[in-house]
């Protein structure tokens, strides 16, 4: 006797309330089924749709913003490697200042290296973004620590910590640039 043969058998011997009974929990198996595969995973997707598509466009403006900004340096006129050098000084002297940074050219590998002894952090990204435009120079390498925050100088109240405005931090450290290559 193979199995269909036993339910069949075991069927015909259940009285009419019990084969409700077997029926209404198959029933409520098969609908739990159906939720936990089909519909949850389903509903869980469609409650998220609108944070992921947000995200998502989000990204996608930000895509478009560096295609652009990368359009707008590719479409810049060339700069000879000395005229770039000459801008990268500028910068340097201008944007960091001597007493955070020093500019120091190389043989003919094309790369200056930037030292830099107490840098801030704000005024270093401005200077990357400035160097990078006038003397489309980019950085190669990095190697950067986090500065110990200086004392006031003698005589001098130190500044209160608050939490509104934590110290600035500073960096240390050399950039190695890498500037146009000769034409």
Do not use: C, Y
Not at 37 to 65: F, G, K, S, V
Not at 121 to 132: K, S
Not at 156 to 171: F, G, H, N, S
Request: hydrophobic share 50%; glycine share 6%.
């Amino acid at each position: 006797m193979n199995f269909s043969e036993q339910l069949k058998a075991r069927w015909a011997v259940l009285g009419m309330r019990e084969r409700r009974m077997v029926i209404a929990a198959i029933a409520l198996v098969a609908l739990a089924l159906l939720w936990w595969i089909a519909l949850a995973p389903a509903l869980r997707t469609l409650a998220a749709a609108p944070a992921e598509h947000a995200r998502l466009d989000a990204e996608l403006q930000q895509m478009a913003t560096l295609q652009n900004r990368a359009k707008a340096l590719q479409s810049q006129p060339r700069l000879a490697r000395d005229d770039a050098l000459r801008a990268l000084e500028t910068s340097v002297r201008d944007g960091l200042g001597v007493a955070n940074a020093q500019l120091m050219t190389a043989g003919g590998d094309g790369a200056a290296t930037v030292t830099l002894r107490g840098a801030p952090a704000q005024g270093l990204a401005q200077w990357i973004a400035q160097a990078r435009g006038n003397a489309h120079a980019v950085p190669r390498e990095v190697h950067l620590t986090r500065a110990p925050v200086a004392p006031p100088p003698p005589g001098a109240k130190p500044a209160p910590a608050t939490p509104d405005q934590p110290p600035q931090p500073r960096w240390d450290g050399t950039l190695v640039m890498a500037l146009p290559a000769p034409r």
